[in-house]
């Protein structure tokens, strides 16, 4: 089954501090992206950062980068310098087969001022 | 800007009464999702269309039905909803090759 699994049901972390957010997927796709994304309580699904399946560097945007393992199928999101308005529910997404985004199940993040 | 809309923001609807929620995109884009999301869950694919090729999942139920009548347009149709189709819907869209999506801000359904 094509699968994209986030382990940690909530992280908390200090302001100004260094968090990693954690996702494993499965799938026989051979190119495809990865991607993760933020979504406050107002509900808007907003993309933090995108990754390449072919490209080995890892995605960076600002305070947001990845840490891409293709073979591990492991695609975890690293916040640094952590703010009051990180503060969201984090999902892990992945395009697995024909088109279809499947996200995992997610990672509410609280930070602490 | 470019971008995906919903209307309504927020849907009261009757249990069993048919219901609509839109779905509009100024991005040309090929592919249009609806997804359904309950109170903290990941967000669950209904539908995807790619241009007016639809797909429906295995596990979505029969009372959903959707329509696409142009590019820019798709719409969601419940047709009897029940008190567990209470959520937030959103919609996307994307370009062939799963490169980016866009997301609307979502419909939420309430059944009473």
């Known amino acids: 089954a094509q699968t994209v699994t986030q382990s940690q049901p909530e992280m908390s972390v200090q302001e100004a501090e260094t968090v990693t957010l954690s996702c494993t997927y499965d799938?026989?796709?051979?190119?495809?992206?990865l991607f993760w994304y933020k979504q406050p309580p107002s509900r808007q699904m907003i993309l933090v950062i995108r990754q390449e399946a072919y490209k080995q560097q890892n995605a960076t945007e600002n305070r947001f980068s990845v840490n891409f393992q293709k073979a591990a199928k492991s695609f975890s999101l690293k916040i640094s310098d952590s703010q009051l308005g990180d503060a969201a529910m984090y999902f892990c997404?992945?395009?697995?087969?024909?088109?279809?985004?499947?996200f995992g199940q997610g990672t509410r993040l609280t930070i602490n001022p | 800007d470019a971008m995906v809309i919903q209307n309504p923001r927020y849907q009261v609807t009757q249990f069993g009464k048919p219901v609509t929620l839109s779905c509009s995109q100024t991005l040309n884009h090929n592919v249009m999702y609806w997804y359904q999301q309950k109170s903290s869950q990941a967000p669950k694919l209904l539908f995807h269309?790619?241009?007016?090729?639809?797909?429906n999942e295995a596990d979505t139920p029969d009372n959903f039905q959707s329509r696409r009548p142009n590019t820019s347009f798709c719409f969601l149709d419940i047709r009897s909803p029940g008190l567990g189709d209470a959520a937030m819907y959103l919609c996307?869209?994307?370009?062939?090759?799963?490169?980016?999506?866009?997301f609307g801000s979502g419909t939420r359904l309430t059944v009473v």
């Open positions: 996307a869209t994307s370009r062939p090759g799963g490169g980016g999506y866009t």
């Open positions: 269309y790619y241009d007016k090729d639809f797909n």
């Open positions: 997404a992945a395009p697995l087969g024909a088109q279809k985004l499947v």
């Open positions: 799938t026989s796709e051979s190119d495809y992206y």
